[in-house]
């Protein structure tokens, strides 16, 4: 397939099959004999469904941007992070409080971590260019009181993530940011793969696309709890703006 040199061309090769072409299509609520026309350059898919298109296709995302962006370069231009707001939308603290207030305390300790996870990939992510957001917890202590690990309790991504993070089966020690993050009550950034290679040699990441990484202790009844945890496909992606807006939503 990487004979491609457009977008449509590649896209035909990927939907040869009729169960794949019904997928796409399926999950983009069009006809399939809009993919046809999209293929055969009759039609222009809109941005969201382009966008879509994308999330369907983690595998060829990278090939199929490249070659989008050749004949849709308005799509893909980037916003600079300066532009992303710093406030947290004052409907989504109602929304929060009212659940809090209206349910019951075993369905808010994961409800919650969801709404956070969800509002703050949004607004750190606007553009979907691959993040996660990821509410991590520590760990029941031992019988000495000591908490050994840090785990996922809930999280959100946009592709090459997956859109539900919350299955995952991963644990994170003192040799992590994230665990740093916990241990030192405060925030750690880590701007590309090669600084966690050097300050992290044994931390595995949630995902191997990942580039930049941000974790920000969560506070609980004046105690550490755990941390907000990010991570991005771009490279040095979590600016001093950005690290005041994760502080907004983990604190």
């Known amino acids: 397939m990487n004979t491609a040199e457009t977008w449509r061309e590649l896209l035909k090769q990927i939907v040869s099959s009729t169960k794949e072409r019904k997928r ?8 399939a ?11 222009d898919p809109r941005q969201d469904n382009l966008l879509a298109l994308l999330d369907m296709l983690p595998d060829y995302r990278q090939q199929l941007i490249q070659l989008m962006k050749l004949e849709f370069p308005q799509y893909f231009s980037e916003v600079p992070v300066s532009t992303i707001p710093q406030d947290i939308p004052s409907n989504f ?26 509002q703050a990939l949004g607004h750190l992510d606007p553009q979907k260019r691959g993040m996660a957001a990821i509410v991590v917890m520590c760990t029941p202590p031992l019988p000495n009181g000591k908490v050994r690990s840090l785990s996922i309790l809930q999280g959100r ?5 997956d859109r539900f993070i919350n299955e995952y089966e991963q644990l ?18 880590i701007s590309d793969a090669n600084m966690r290679k050097q300050q992290y040699p044994f931390h595995t990441p949630t ?20 941390c907000l945890y990010f991570a991005s ?19």
């Open 157 to 161: 991504g946009t592709s090459p993530w």
């Open 233 to 251: 496909t771009q490279h040095d992606y979590f600016t001093d703006e950005l690290q005041e807006v994760g502080l907004s939503y983990s604190t």
């Open 93 to 118: 603290y109602y929304r929060v409080l009212k659940e809090y207030t209206m349910l019951p305390p075993h369905i808010n300790a994961t409800l919650i971590p969801i709404l956070i996870a969800q």
């Open 24 to 31: 796409l299509a399926d999950h983009l609520d069009i006809n």
């Open 207 to 226: 995902s191997p696309w990942t580039e930049s990484e941000m974790a920000l202790p969560i506070m609980r009844h004046n105690a550490l709890a755990g």
């Open 172 to 189: 994170f020690g003192s040799e992590s940011p994230l665990g740093q993050a916990v241990e030192q009550g405060r925030v750690i950034v």
């Open 33 to 43: 004999m809009t993919l046809t026309r999209w293929i055969n350059n009759q039609s």
